[in-house]
């Protein structure tokens, strides 16, 4: 069974910093495309950011560098770094395996002013 579970959100004042996890069962993430994605209440959920198994990385072209898509396959294990957080970032954040389609559950991230 697949298991994508995300961790390190939280409440973060406006300029602060997160990472978050994706933690990986069941399944081999070395030969998949992996990605973050979130999303704002009442809106649709939307790619941030894809990580290709040889490590290309992709990003939504309104983070303006703030966020770092990585990945580590031996711990089987997906992260992003998020820098210099505003209140517009407060969603929740997904991981998913890409074109399988296995999605975490996500982690709330809120930003306050």
């Known amino acids: 069974q697949v298991q994508l579970v995300e961790s390190g959100g939280g409440s973060v004042q406006s300029g602060g910093s997160l990472r978050l996890s994706c933690t990986a069962s069941?399944?081999?993430?070395?030969?998949?495309?992996l990605a973050w994605y979130r999303q704002v209440t009442g809106k649709q959920r939307r790619v941030l950011a894809r990580?290709?198994?040889?490590?290309?990385?992709e990003y939504e072209d309104s983070l303006n560098g703030r966020f770092t898509i990585s990945r580590d396959d031996v711990k089987n294990i997906l992260y992003l770094q998020m820098n210099n957080l505003t209140p517009e970032d407060t969603a929740v954040y997904f991981c998913?395996?890409?074109?399988?389609?296995?999605w975490g559950q996500g982690t709330q991230v809120i930003v306050s002013a």
């Open positions: 990580i290709a198994s040889g490590g290309e990385t």
């Open positions: 069941g399944i081999d993430l070395r030969l998949k495309t």
């Open positions: 998913k395996v890409e074109y399988d389609g296995f």
